[in-house]
């Protein structure tokens, strides 16, 4: 059965693609950059700031929010978007990954994967129908299948088992989906690890049973980026123009850039927050540490020709002193920084694919990155 | 000499008062609560927030800021104005408290007291001149002289050789701040520990050498509410007034009240963001602990009378789920609350001051504060 679309393409430039996906919360701008907020809530952030910064969606985690509050608690209190405040299109995750990388015990059946919190140690099973009815609670706009990711460098037999059982949850989850309100959207999520042909046997069995979206899901992590590429490379082709792809959990704004300019329409990543936290900051110049001495006297900003007031007004020398210290306005702060730089890339690129001049586009901006920080003063 | 006036009575009801203090940096409304940004920066909240919750002026610790970033290095960096971002009045406190509670090894002489760094062992010197010459570099628009203070309970001749230190010491820091700008204001400070006769005579002495204005400091170090503001009502009749009374590091919202209604001008005090980390909030129905299980499902806001959005638009639910999963967003918004919180109370005082009715006020907040929280749903 084909489900309604609600993407629609504005413009392509070579493989790169902008445009809009309307979902029961408002309008997401693609190439979009979704802002992870595991539990609720931005780590340091206010959603005011990542409304400014230009975000038009975020992402909360399944497996965070079913063990604490809880989906059906969340639901009492009128769904994810009422709970936190955020007042736009959110996108959940199935709590698949989080359940490989983060709970202990965790054995997948056919039926479910059964793992241990790693709040508390409460035996849980995750079924696809499960994993359905837990996101129509928490009433996000888009929603994704469960699938089993699993960690690089396997096997190809491992590789292959975990690829087709993700084919049959995404089925058994399209049948969950039924129940869904309209205008809400199911994603099915691409596997297969680094072994393109996989990639490719996934992507089309995705495909047949048909969902509202695509993403590719199991890379970022760990492989080399030319990895990665090869294998949106691989996928990409076998999935329809009119839909929707999202590369999950990427990445850099590299990868950003390399994806975009390979199909991709969605991402989501905790770099700018997490890497924000550890005294880093994402820039036209590149990645600068801001705990690095050469910063602790000098009062030029960031970059003073960016649009996000933290970045071209506030001194490195103020944030060098802030991530020092300790204080938690520095990782706040950063946090924003980065953020505002993702968004800004996005919009950038949006703008560049629609004048057709994405190439060059992607050519300055590297040339920007590798020429590096400016000089210390 | 006596040094000139920047602060104008508008109006007094009974004992309290109501006024403003003109900085080079902009007017303070009193009475005022000085929200306290240690380090140059408020833990867990923007100066937006801080000025959108109604404080005129910001209080910064002379002792962090003199062992990083260095008062040198923020002088040539424009001033703590500049360097934070903070572009309103600000006060510093001259490091004596610090140096008591914080560093290691201190040792008191007639000269100065010298200490080792709490971060990393340097051996220091803060000397009265010493003292002045820091905050000046800092460009604070109230600067505090340097004191001793001691930790109660006390022998009375360990309070009184305290406090004579803290005169002698005050007259050499009114000599230091003659280099003073235009505008600038130095306060001194009345010692005395739990000794009424030693605190008039801290006063008397004090007002001798003459500041623009008058602080009451060795306060809220553990000794009951009563003690207090018995000493506040000992100190208080021997001060000018026509000039600022500033009650250093006080305190619970009832410890403003009361001393508001015995003539103090100026507060400050880490528990609005320090109980906010704690999962506390300050509100209308007294002090709410919202790690408490009963906020779990309750899709009621703190307040809904509250005029600031975090404390009537946020559920204690939301809130209650930030705390347990020891998200940042949930001490950033307590934070914020509380600072609001204060301000509010502090402007809903100054308002009762100019209408003379700060009595009914007074038993109606107090009222307000033990009828509770509302009843669990």
Redesign the interface.
Known sequence: MSLPNHFELLATDGAARTGRITTPHGVVRTPAFMPVGT????????WREVREAGADIVLGNTY?LML??GAE?IA???GLQK???WNGPMLTDSGGFQVMSLSDLRKVSEQAVTFRSHIDGTKLELSPERAIEVQLLLGADIIMQLDECVRLPATRDDVERAMRLSLRWGERCKRAFEQAREGYMLFGIAQGGDVPELRKASARGMVETGFHGYAIGGLAVGEPQAVMLSMIEATVPELPADRPRYLMGVGTPEDLLEAVARGIDMFDCVMPTRNGRHGMAFTRHGQINLRNARH??D?RPLDEESDWPGTS???R??L???V??G??????LLSEINIAYYQRLMADMRAAIAAGTFEDFRIATRADWARGDIAPR
């Not at 539990?39 to 206010?46: C, F, P």
């Not at 204080?327 to 706040?332: I, N, P, Q, V």
């Open positions: 539990a609720g809530a931005m780590k340091g952030v206010h965070h604490r509050p608690r009492a209190l009128g709970f936190t405040g602790a006297d009062p007004d506030i001194s020398a103020y060098h002193h802030l020092r210290a204080e938690t306005r520095g990782a706040m």
